[in-house]
């Protein structure tokens, strides 16, 4: 059994990937999910958690973290995600409660308590989890190792060479490349490979009640993704939880990553390909998925939560 906090920004793909992992009860025990600031302001992605959680009558502690990046102002990806951060579907789970409003404390209680080491999931920009290791540096032995979606070896998609969750807070990433804790990269290396099509999107169309949520999620987004180029969606935050529940359908190649801080170059992460870097690797950077695979997750998660969740969606709705 794996134990996990998910600090996430929802975000369309942020909760395609919590609901993959709630799917994932025999293998993931999430201990909590922390809020950050990025693809919308702290209130909204934090409503969007709400909403997620509540609609699967999930009993998982949230707790809300950083409005914005370390040293500079937040940037948003309404562009993406919309005016709420998650548009799509109509929610009404406001009534979700908040377990704290201090993410950073939250997670190192949560961690400190628990009987063996913690994964964490970063799948929004650092923040927190950097704030983690800076002020909680002894926590960082009982991490076994930090999955993030961020980043990307030989592409950006926020600027020529920086990825959104990096670009958004580099100094946190900074931080959290070169804590000494292992990480397993989904850059957008093999995040961009990791899609689903518009057949696929549309079998999930009235196919069960969670199904349909993760429809209606993926039809703006879809449709958003247009304007970038994409005809299929890649589904980045997933990768970061794929990897956890099925490995097998990843490959990769452990590197010595960092991250530039300045100049045109902000938020881009290099991996040291020199001899000289050998022995120095902090990074296992996915760079191949088996698409059909991933997708057959997500879509089983969502059928195994529709099983689970049989109320009628017009009740709901
Ligand atoms: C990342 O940026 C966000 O918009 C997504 O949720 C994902 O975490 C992809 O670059
Ligand atoms: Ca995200």
């Given at each position: 059994?794996?134990?996990?906090?998910i600090?996430?920004?929802?975000?369309?793909?942020?909760?395609?990937?919590?609901?993959t992992?709630?799917?994932?009860?025999?293998?993931?025990?999430?201990?909590?999910?922390t809020t950050?600031g990025?693809?919308q302001?702290?209130?909204?992605?934090?409503?969007?958690?709400?909403n997620?959680?509540?609609?699967?009558?999930?009993?998982i502690?949230l707790?809300?973290?950083?409005k914005?990046?370390?040293?500079?102002?937040?940037?948003?990806?309404?562009?993406?995600?919309?005016?709420?951060?998650m548009?799509?579907?109509?929610?009404?789970?406001e009534?979700?409660?908040?377990?704290?409003d201090?993410?950073?404390?939250?997670?190192?209680?949560?961690?400190?308590?628990?009987?063996?080491k913690?994964?964490?999931?970063?799948?929004?920009?650092?923040?927190?989890?950097?704030?983690?290791i800076?002020?909680f540096?002894?926590?960082?032995?009982?991490i076994?190792?930090?999955?993030?979606?961020?980043?990307?070896?030989?592409?950006?998609?926020?600027?020529?060479?920086?990825?959104?969750?990096?670009?958004?807070?580099?100094?946190?990433?900074?931080i959290?490349?070169n804590?000494?804790?292992?990480?397993?990269?989904s850059?957008?290396d093999?995040?961009e490979q990791a899609?689903?099509?518009?057949?696929?999107?549309n079998?999930?169309?009235?196919?069960?009640?969670?199904?349909h949520?993760?429809?209606?999620?993926?039809?703006?987004?879809?449709l958003?993704?247009?304007?970038?180029?994409?005809i299929?969606?890649?589904?980045?935050d997933l990768?970061?939880?794929?990897?956890?529940i099925?490995p097998?359908?990843?490959?990769?190649?452990?590197?010595?990553?960092?991250?530039?801080?300045?100049?045109?170059?902000?938020?881009?992460?290099?991996?040291?390909?020199?001899l000289?870097a050998?022995?120095?690797q902090?990074?296992?950077v996915?760079?191949?998925?088996?698409?059909?695979?991933?997708?057959?997750?997500?879509?089983?998660?969502?059928?195994?939560?529709?099983?689970?969740?049989?109320?009628?969606?017009?009740?709901?709705?």
């Open positions: 059994m794996k134990h996990i906090i600090d996430c920004d929802p975000g369309h793909d942020d909760a395609l990937a919590i609901l992992a709630i799917a994932h009860a025999e293998k993931l025990r999430i201990l909590g999910i950050i990025g693809n302001t702290l209130e909204k992605v934090t409503t969007n958690a709400k997620i959680l509540e609609f699967v009558q999930a009993e502690p707790a809300t973290g950083q914005g990046p370390l040293t500079k102002e937040l940037r948003i990806a309404p562009e993406a995600h919309g005016d709420s951060g548009d799509g579907p109509y929610f009404n789970g009534h979700y409660p908040i377990a704290s201090n993410a950073v404390l939250f997670m190192y209680e949560k961690i400190r308590a628990c009987t063996q913690v994964i964490l999931v970063g799948l929004g920009p650092l923040t927190n989890i950097a704030l983690l800076k002020v540096p002894e926590i960082r032995n009982k076994e190792y930090i999955s993030i979606m961020g980043g990307g070896l030989e592409r950006g998609n926020t600027t020529a060479l920086a990825e959104f969750n990096i670009y958004v807070d580099p100094e946190a990433a900074e959290v490349f804590s000494d804790i292992p990480i397993v990269m850059g957008l093999v995040t899609e689903i099509t518009v057949a696929e999107i079998g999930l169309k009235n196919k069960g009640r969670v199904s949520l993760a429809y209606e999620l993926l039809h703006f987004y879809n958003s993704g247009r304007q970038f180029g994409f299929n969606s890649p589904i980045h990768c970061a939880i794929a990897f956890l099925d097998r359908m990843f490959s990769g190649t452990s590197y010595h990553v960092d991250v530039i801080t300045e100049g045109k170059a902000r938020g881009l992460t290099y991996a040291d390909k020199r000289a050998v022995g120095k902090n990074t296992f996915l760079e191949q998925v088996n698409r059909k695979e991933f997708v057959h997750l997500l879509t089983d998660a969502l059928a195994y939560l529709d099983a689970l969740s049989p109320i009628d969606r017009e009740n709901k709705h």
